[in-house]
Structure formats: C-alpha cells, structure tokens
C-alpha cells in the first residue's frame, strides 16, 4: 500500500473555476502535511503546509486537514493557466525525519 | 538569501562508474533531505540528515550513500550505477524536520540530472 495517495489526473478545470486536489496517508502517527507545486521542468515549491485538523486559507488557495479519515485537499478558487502544474502531497512521517510525497496530480487550467 | 545549490547540472555517466552528488543547504538549515524523481515512481526518498547524522533512509540500495559536513553542506553518492540510477536527484533543506513553526517546510535545489549510458 503506498504510504501517500493521489490521483494522477489530469485534472481539467475551467478557468475561474475551484480546482479541488485529494490526498490520502497511510501514518495515522502523521502530524506535518505539505503541497508543494512542480512546473514541468522545475522543482518542487512549498505552497502550503497544514499542521491541525480543519481549514488553512493563504490567498486563492486553501489547504483541508481531516486526521481522522487521514484525508488532506487543496481547494484552488478563482484557478488561473499559471496553476496548470503537477501538484504533490507530502507527508511528514511519524519518525519526523522523513517526508513522503504522492505521485502527484497533474492540473490543467483550461481558457 | 540564497537558496539550495546543487552541482553538477548535468552529468552523464557510463554503467558500473560512481558518481558525487553536492548539496549547499539555505544559511541556517541544519537539515538537508535527497530525494530521487523519475517520471514512473514519481519523488523518491532517498535519506535526511540533520547535524552530520543520517536520521532516516528510504528503501534504496547500499551503492546509495550520502554524508553531511559541519556546516551542513550535504553530499551523495551513487557507486557502481546502473541503467535505472538515470534520473533527476533533488536536494532539498528544512530549518529542521521536528519542533516549532514552520516545521518540515521543504526548499529544493534545481536538482542535478544524471543519465547513466
């Protein structure tokens, strides 16, 4: 069983539109979760990261925290062509030294 | 402030040679994560180290090594590669992985893309 699951998409979403992106774990002892965002070609970058159960609002994005069905979203409002990238989740283990990422959603922003 | 820098670029190298992978962490990150990406098994962990200790490893071979340096600049090496060992090796610095705000927050290097022949 993989430790961190997502769907690979791609995801098409209409611009303007919210663009929602899910992530499931397998460590219950979890406490740190992340999404990073890769251009093709790029790095990762740290868009936000998520430490309590609930919501966590930075600009159009919005990260959702549910520890008990050991779920993590990122809600994007208002989504733009520059969101069209491949989305990764991360997940910091219970040993807290080790980050593990999902395989990754691709995003696509459609004009 | 100066982000992750990673050498070489690129490099390409031929089956059965060993190759050095560096890695100079943000001033004041003490923890310094490797990560291998291939377009089929997607990010990879490889190993962290915070303070000059390997504190984890991933489910990657012993030709896979790494060490870090008192002033946390960090290091890998791939010895023997194979055909498979082609990829892109990201590095990536954390203030620290444990304790306080902003805890595991991940900053990559542009990483360093290995072809093996």
């Known amino acids: 069983q993989k430790e961190v699951e997502q769907n690979s998409g791609p995801l098409s979403v209409p611009e303007g539109a919210i663009a929602s992106l899910n992530c499931t774990y397998s460590?219950?002892?979890?406490?740190?979760f992340f999404w990073y965002r890769q251009y093709s070609g790029k790095s990762p970058e740290l868009i936000m990261s998520?430490?309590?159960?609930g919501d966590k609002e930075d600009g159009r994005f919005t990260a959702q925290l549910n520890k008990a069905s050991q779920y993590v979203s990122l809600l994007i409002r208002d989504s733009q062509p520059s969101d069209s990238a491949t989305y990764l989740c991360?997940?910091?283990?219970?040993?807290?030294?080790?980050?593990?990422f999902g395989s990754g959603t691709r995003l696509s922003i459609r004009p | 402030k100066a982000g992750v820098t990673q050498t070489p670029r690129y490099l390409i190298k031929t089956r059965g040679q060993q190759v050095t992978l560096s890695c100079s962490p943000i001033?004041?990150?003490?923890?310094v994560s490797w990560y291998q990406q291939t377009p089929g098994q997607g990010l990879q962990f490889l190993f962290e180290?915070?303070?000059?200790?390997?504190?984890n490893k991933g489910n990657f071979p012993g030709r896979f090594s790494g060490r870090q340096f008192s002033n946390s600049r960090s290091e890998m090496n791939v010895s023997t590669l194979e055909l498979g060992d082609s990829a892109l090796y990201l590095c990536?610095?954390?203030?620290?992985?444990?304790?306080?705000?902003?805890?595991?927050?991940?900053?990559f290097g542009e990483g360093s893309r290995l072809t093996v022949l």
């Open positions: 180290y915070f303070s000059e200790t390997q504190r």
């Open positions: 990536a610095s954390s203030l620290a992985l444990a304790g306080g705000p902003d805890t595991g927050e991940l900053f």
């Open positions: 460590d219950r002892g979890s406490q740190s």
């Open positions: 991360a997940v910091m283990d219970s040993s807290a030294s080790k980050i593990i």
């Open positions: 001033s004041g990150h003490r923890s």
């Open positions: 998520i430490y309590s159960n």
